[in-house]
């Protein structure tokens, strides 16, 4: 076997131009694989990460997003007041009553507008949300018209930077603070004082109400009292659950989109391993022949092609999960269509994407390398030693 | 003559090879032709725009309305000839999944402005006697098997409730560029529905379409409209229609750039496949080669024949490529339903494949053609392939 191996080896080395394209093509579609598998982890880990277990976002029946939403102040008031809900240290209810609202604002990079969420928090908002830290400059004092922008949109977007101002709803705001939310969707929102906000953009309601439970586990409880009460058409969702849902056609549209180009460019892929392993097994009719006669099985050589078209496809791998790993320095940053408003993830590359990545690649490689190496099999002892 | 047929036989002397690459081929261009009809038809709606007519919006965004009174108001401008508004309802029909643009618009004045919406006038008649009546576009009617007559319950999210419309009128697209998977209903009814649930959002409408005279005055006219509302509670943003349309295709540019860079990728591929077929058909032959030589062919001629074969396979790959995109497009169309509303190749498009097929069929044979005019006769006479 060992001398089969190197057998396979040298005569990948020997046929250097072919060996690099046939896995250069392979690379290529390993990268598409990859980048698209590390798309879909980044925009899920942004989303997933922005919400909290123990956080409920109630919004009104059937909105779908916090923009749509509408809750009035009575409303919101019994919202605030369940018994399930936590007190904090100063000892009122840990609950964020919001008004979210998209403003277009301009791109620093393309002049062009995209819609940013602004998002008016109550005074436990930030409390609610741990993972937010202001980087720069401080906090927006309540009552003020001072806002804090998300950090991908401070480095995108005009008038977003600390000291510099935005005006909207007839109103000039100042931005005097940045946050970092970890990657989380916070970073692509502004925030502000929510009665600040609802005075300037005229609303008289509130959008969503965030609460803090007691106990993640009374959380059902918590949902069945809400969606009963006869005074309320709201709706209660965990918050991690509700922002995976906020990014799910978004998700399944790069999922879709990618698994479907993948196979599809797979087959071109697979297509030029056939054509080099065909041609592998027609350069070496006589030699096959020599192996069989000096008493190597059928199954060896079988195995030996397919090792070589695994190989194949494993170079691939390789050298397209190290292009692909290249793509993790950019980010990517969208409109999402469910809230139709900016969002910023990047790619993100973990284990799963690189195992199932380099599965591909072998399978690619079998897929290539399956039937030449059965016609090496196959290959009668006599007639190949004969072959010129 | 001679010469192309050997071309042609040398082409066929493999076979297998030469029907596998192909056949490669052939997947690479439907995939490139695919891709770039999902790129068209991302502005499409900004392709079907008319430069005659203006949209006004919220200068904050367009999630906030603007009052019903501004119409009188832009309609007694200068080169305002006609007004109409439309408002996002945004319902969902049994499912999320089931997504088509549904619009509240001022039937009596709306399809005025939009004469691309090519409606029969007896369904016409029928729609604006029917305050719950609607008008539905061609591909969103055969999407669902919608007729006249029937009745398409839709559930709230912004408007909240269940509201239930019959459909009074389908309309056709004048042009293929034409979006036909929409949905329009009486904004009197919304409005009236409003008064009595929220009184609050009465009197509210999305957007204004302005039409203008001469659309030379798009600057002008859009400059105005904003400076009559500037400082009120709803400042105004104007812009052309197809500006506006850009702006939805902007949002989500990052999306349409990964889509183009993919496109190439596969053409990437296929050529990395196609060298490879004709790196190894020249090794093969670089003894045949000298042969040709020694009898007094020049570099040139074997250069030829290089080219020659792999611009013939690169071809039939793009052939046959080509006619197969339209039905391969035509399938997806009907899969993704109303999410692409206008979804056709463009002759551009079958241009952008013929070419990169060509760039393909040449780029690929530069490594075997230059080593076959470089090899010493001697040399080739003794290699063994």
Known sequence: MPILLSYTLRNLAARKLTTLLTSGGMALVVFVFATVLMLEEGLRRTLVETGSMDNVVVTRRSAGTEVQSVIDRDQAAIVENQPEVAHGIDGARLASKETIVLISLVKRDSDKASNVLIRGVGQKGVELRPQVGIVEGRMFSPGSAEIIAGKSIAERYHGARVGEILRFGQREWTVVGIMDAGRTGFDSEIWGDADQLMQAFRRPVYSSVIVRLNDARGFSEFKTRIEADPRLTLEAKQENVFYAEQSRVLANFIRYLGLILSIIFSIGAIIGAMITMYASVAHRTTEIGTLRALGFRRATILLTFLIEALMLGAAGGVVGLVLASFMQLFTISTMNWQSFSELAFSFTLNTAIIAKSLAFALIMGVGGGFLPAARAARLDIVDSLRAA | ?385
């Open chain 2, 1 to 385: 003559m001679h010469f192309l047929k050997l071309i042609l036989r040398n082409t066929l002397r493999h076979k297998l090879r030469s029907g596998l690459t192909v056949l490669g081929l052939v997947v690479a261009i439907v995939a490139f032709g695919l891709l770039r009809t999902v790129v068209d038809a991302w502005y499409a709606g900004a392709e079907g725009a008319s430069s005659a007519r203006l949209v006004t919006r919220n200068a904050i965004s367009l999630v906030f309305p603007l009052p019903i009174n501004y119409q009188e108001r832009i309609r007694k401008i200068d080169g305002v000839s006609a007004i109409s508004h439309a408002s996002w309802f945004g319902g969902v029909y049994v499912s999320e999944k089931n997504f088509f643009p549904q619009f509240a618009v001022d039937a009596k004045t709306y399809f005025d402005l939009y004469p691309e919406y090519v409606i029969a006038p007896e369904e016409m008649k029928a729609f604006r006697a029917d305050r719950k009546g609607c008008v539905i576009g061609r591909k969103l009617a055969n999407t669902h098997g919608f007729k006249v007559g029937d009745t398409i319950p839709l559930r709230g999210t912004i408007y909240p409730g269940a509201w239930n419309f019959t459909v009074r009128a389908i309309y056709d697209g004048a042009e293929s560029a034409t979006d036909t998977s929409q949905f329009f209903f009486h904004w009197d009814y919304l409005n009236e529905t409003m008064k009595k649930a929220v009184a609050r959002r009465t009197d509210w409408i999305g957007v204004y379409v302005i039409q203008i005279s001469d659309p030379d005055r798009a600057a002008e006219i859009s400059g105005e409209v904003d400076a009559m509302f500037r400082n009120s509670l709803a400042e105004t943003l104007t812009e052309t229609e197809k500006a506006f349309q850009l702006g939805f295709v902007s949002m989500t540019e990052a999306i349409v750039i990964a889509i183009r860079i993919v496109s190439f990728v596969v053409i990437f591929i296929i050529l990395a496949v196609m060298a490879n077929t004709m790196a190894m058909t020249a090794r093969e032959r670089i003894r045949e080669y000298a042969t040709l030589k020694a009898l007094g062919f020049g570099p040139s001629f074997l250069a030829g024949l290089i080219y020659g074969e792999s611009l013939m396979i690169a071809l039939a790959g793009a052939a046959i490529g080509i006619v197969l995109t339209f039905p391969v497009a035509a399938q997806f169309s009907e899969q993704v339903g109303t999410l692409f509303p206008v979804f056709g190749v463009s002759r551009e498009t079958v241009y952008m494949q013929a070419a990169t097929a060509t760039v393909v069929g040449l780029a690929a044979s530069v490594l075997p053609a230059l080593r076959a005019a470089r090899v010493p006769i001697v040399d080739g006479l003794r290699s063994i392939g």
